[in-house]
């Protein structure tokens, strides 16, 4: 049974860097083809795909927010840790961190964690 | 940059057959775009309905279909139940399938 969690702060400041892990369980990424990836979703908007892990350590991020992310994993931990630098109130989001397996899915996610970006 | 567009609302009757689209700015919609379909409902986290443009996830209920349709993705529901009122998000690759780009989501209303 394949689960994810999200944890991390639930308030930042502006310019503040954010700093999110995703702990999961059911799979590991010394299988090949596993990742994990992340993902927001702003209040009553879509959702936004933002970084991507693969089990051999290649990453992906969107073009878009490239300069800002930087994705990581703890092998010996079942965990992937996601930051976000220069963080402003528009980036007040649930996000959501998801496993992604050979059949280019996002088949699993965790509940999301709302971060809100407030002085 | 690159815009994915669905319909952002549509409307159907129960027992009724709706096609939901999925378009990218770049050009025609193929295979090689990987297109993913996920249901969210409120309050709750996605749930992955299609991948690869037309295959199902064990969960996925026999009346959800992926296809291409006129140089878009596309997904329809046939036989709608009122439970499938929701909010569908299309999701496809770029780079060969290294970055995703979500669509803007259609609210599917069955009344």
């Known amino acids: 049974q394949i689960t994810l969690k999200e944890s991390g702060p639930t308030l930042v400041k502006p310019t503040q860097t954010l700093t999110l892990t995703c702990t999961f369980s059911g799979f590991s990424f010394s299988t090949g083809g596993v990742g994990v990836g992340w993902i927001r979703q702003p209040p009553g908007k879509a959702l936004e795909w933002l970084a991507l892990i693969y089990w051999d350590d290649d990453k992906r991020y969107s073009p878009s927010l490239k300069s800002r992310l930087t994705i990581t994993k703890d092998t010996s931990k079942n965990q992937v840790v996601l930051t976000m630098t220069n963080m402003d109130p528009v980036d007040t989001a649930t996000y959501y961190c998801?496993?992604?397996?050979?059949?280019?899915?996002?088949?699993?996610w965790g509940q999301g964690a709302l971060v809100t970006v407030s002085s | 940059q690159t815009v994915v567009t669905q319909e952002p609302s549509l409307t159907v009757s129960p027992g009724g057959t709706v096609t939901l689209t999925c378009a990218s700015s770049?050009?025609?919609?193929?295979?090689?775009?990987?297109p993913n379909w996920f249901q969210q409902k409120p309050g709750q986290a996605p749930r992955a309905l299609i991948y690869?443009?037309?295959n199902k996830h064990s969960w996925t209920p026999a009346r959800f279909s992926g296809s291409l349709l006129g140089g878009k993705a596309a997904l329809t529901l046939s036989g709608v139940q009122p439970e499938d009122e929701a909010d569908y998000y299309c999701l496809l690759y770029y780079g060969g399938a290294q970055w995703g780009v979500f669509g803007g989501g259609t609210k599917l209303t069955v009344l």
């Open positions: 690869t443009t037309n």
């Open positions: 998801a496993h992604r397996g050979a059949r280019i899915s996002f088949d699993y």
């Open positions: 770049t050009g025609a919609v193929t295979t090689a775009y990987y």
